[in-house]
Nanobody
Framework: QVHLVESGGGLAQAGGSLTLSCAAS????????MSWFRQVPGEERKLVVA????????YAADSVKGRFTISRDNAKNTVYLQMNSLKPEDTADYYC???????????????WGQGTRVTVSS
């Protein structure tokens, strides 16, 4: 079992940047896929970015390509989400997730963080 704790959410202006961190505990971190999902109240939770355990395979949703970057530090058991050029439509609750399968989905994730809210003002 992997336990995940996110940090770094908050308020940003459009065009600004935020960095989210997800600290993981558990021996399987380095061999698992790490991902970030986001959810707007009343809507489905959607995959934003993901990184394979090797770090060589990365996915980014079309809506965030060129603006969001996911990275991982297996030595620190931490995954990061660097969000640049933020837009009001990026406002959501962001969840770190992990699991053994690629690509990650809501259904195959085995652990979730508690979520952190990102609010982007125009």
């Amino acid at each position: 079992q992997v336990h995940l704790v996110e940090s770094g959410g908050g308020l940003a202006q459009a065009g600004g940047s935020l960095t989210l961190s997800c600290a993981a505990s558990g021996r399987t971190f380095s061999s698992y896929v790490m991902s970030w999902f986001r959810q707007v109240p009343g809507e489905e939770r959607k995959l934003v970015v993901a990184i394979h355990w090797s770090g060589d395979i990365i996915y980014a949703a079309d809506s965030v390509k060129g603006r969001f970057t996911i990275s991982r530090d297996n030595a620190k058991n931490t995954v990061y989400l660097q969000m640049n050029s933020l837009k009001p439509e990026d406002t959501a609750d962001y969840y770190c997730a992990t699991g053994p399968r690629w690509p990650p989905t809501v259904n195959n994730a085995v652990s979730w963080g508690q979520g952190t809210r990102v609010t982007v003002s125009s």
